[in-house]
């Protein structure tokens, strides 16, 4: 088998042009990971924004729920004073009520909306 002599100049050329090469790639790879790096950051970002959303829309939901609550059963309370059924009737009922009711079934609506607002091609009727 005969092999090829490669000159010195051509056998630097080779080295030369393989390391240009190897850092062409390099490069590209560091700024590849940068804006991978850029694009996590800016989706963290996202998530916690929406988390922030989400976990001050349940606040005020819960809160909101806790009030009616708390108001009603000054009702119950007052009723059972003044020994006022039908009252005390009405505020049970509307305490059974709001405890069925799910406090999720908002969300639902929420994410519906986002939906429809992300949608360009939404037609929003009045």
């Keep these: ?52 959303l989400l976990m001050a829309y349940l606040d005020r939901s819960f809160d909101e729920r806790a009030e009616n609550f708390r108001s009603l059963f000054e009702v119950v309370d007052q009723a059972i004073a003044n020994q006022n059924n039908e009252q005390l009737a009405i505020a049970l009922s509307s305490i059974v009520e709001i405890a069925k009711s799910c406090p999720f079934k908002d ?7 986002r939906t429809s607002l992300n949608d360009p091609n939404h037609v929003w009727e009045f």
Excluded: G, W
Excluded at 25 to 52: F, G, L, M, S, Y
Excluded at 107 to 113: D, F, H, I
């Design 1 to 52: 088998m005969f092999t090829q002599i490669i000159s010195p100049a051509e056998y630097l050329q080779q080295i030369l042009s393989a390391y240009a090469e190897c850092t062409q790639i390099t490069e590209e790879e560091r700024t590849k990971r940068r804006e991978i790096e850029a694009n996590e950051k800016a989706t963290i970002a996202k998530i916690h924004a929406q988390r922030d």
């Design 107 to 113: 969300l639902a609506n929420l994410t519906s909306v």
